[in-house]
């Protein structure tokens, strides 16, 4: 078996085969390896790793949707059995996730995708971060944040609310992340209204002449889409024997669907011994001895991919 790559998959519908003008554009990701392989080294039970494999899909989704070089993060903080869902992409397709949850709680519940947050996040938030790097952009370094209060439904609903409160663009996303018996597969599907661009003329007059075409009705197609896009099944979006462009072909193929350069996802942390180094070295020696262990060892975890790092207390010097 030939598993597909883990890919955004960025695509526009134009309503039409015979029209040009791109009108939604959407996302469409799927993860396999990479996401099988970030939830066998946390080894959560797998109500909180699908949650937090729905949390990274629906990171690699938003993030293709902006233009940054650096770091866009997706974190829901909520206030019962689940009190963080973190997963943050790079620019250059990194992926790297975890959760927080109360244990003993949580023993016993059976995952459900799209999972409903109501009962498991209850009260809280879902924030939105960019975080433009500097070295890379050669501009200053910025943080851009958006947050939307948790609302119930899924996490898709809560990105959905976001947009259309901080946007007002017609937005509809959804997220899904299921175990097969090879691994984890998290996807998510988003479509989006283009802001009206008053007209490309050059590209209204070559479609009339080219055989006087009927002009698509926006809202209509909207509202199909948004249809087809729902009526996606979970088996079809985790067949391995369908690529991204496979699916959306045969969601949107009336549609004028036109697929785009996709981004690969990576299992891949930021975490480095020089990072760590840096970290210690920036603590005072009361402060290191402080979290030392009785053998006189720092040990720090990432708590993101489980490397664990060693050094001397004695190997710092002040
Ligand atoms: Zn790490």
Redesign the pocket.
């Known amino acids: 078996m030939i598993v597909p790559d883990s890919v955004v998959q960025p695509f526009y519908l134009t309503g039409s085969p015979e029209h040009s003008q791109p009108l939604i554009r959407g996302r469409l990701v799927r993860i396999f390896d990479p996401v099988s392989a970030i939830f066998a080294r946390h080894d959560y039970p797998d109500i909180v790793s699908g949650l937090c494999a729905e949390t990274v899909a629906l990171a690699g989704c938003l993030a293709a949707t902006l233009k940054f070089d650096g770091v866009f993060t997706v974190q829901a903080k909520g206030n019962q059995l689940v009190k963080t869902l973190f997963a943050d992409v790079t620019s250059d397709g990194h992926i790297?996730a975890y959760a927080s949850f109360d244990e003993d709680g949580i023993a016993g519940k059976t995952l459900n995708s799209p999972a409903q947050i109501d009962g498991l996040l209850g009260e809280g938030y879902i924030a939105f971060t960019v975080d433009q790097d500097a070295s890379v952009s050669g501009e200053k370094a910025h943080r851009y944040q958006g947050i939307v209060e948790l609302a119930g439904g899924t996490l898709g609903d809560s990105a959905t609310q976001w947009f259309r409160n901080s946007e007002q663009l017609a937005t509809s996303v959804m997220t899904i992340a299921v175990k097969t018996e090879a691994g984890w597969v998290a996807s998510a599907l988003m479509l989006q209204k283009i802001a009206e661009q008053g007209g490309d003329l050059s590209e209204n007059i070559s479609e009339i002449g080219a055989g006087r075409l009927d002009a698509i009705d926006e809202d209509d197609l909207w509202q199909t889409s948004t249809i087809l896009q729902h009526s996606i099944r979970t088996h079809e979006l985790t067949d391995t024997d369908l690529s991204a462009s496979d699916i959306l072909f045969r969601l949107f193929h009336a549609h004028g669907v036109h697929i785009q350069t996709p981004l690969q996802l990576i299992d891949k942390?930021?975490?480095?011994d020089e990072k760590v180094e840096m970290m210690l070295a920036g603590l005072s020696a009361e402060q290191r001895a402080s979290v030392a262990d009785e053998t006189g060892r720092l040990v720090v975890n990432?708590?993101?991919?489980?490397?664990e790092r060693i050094y001397d207390l004695t190997s710092f010097q002040d």
Do not use: G, N, P, V
């Open positions: 790297r942390c930021r975490c480095s990432c708590e993101f991919c489980k490397a």
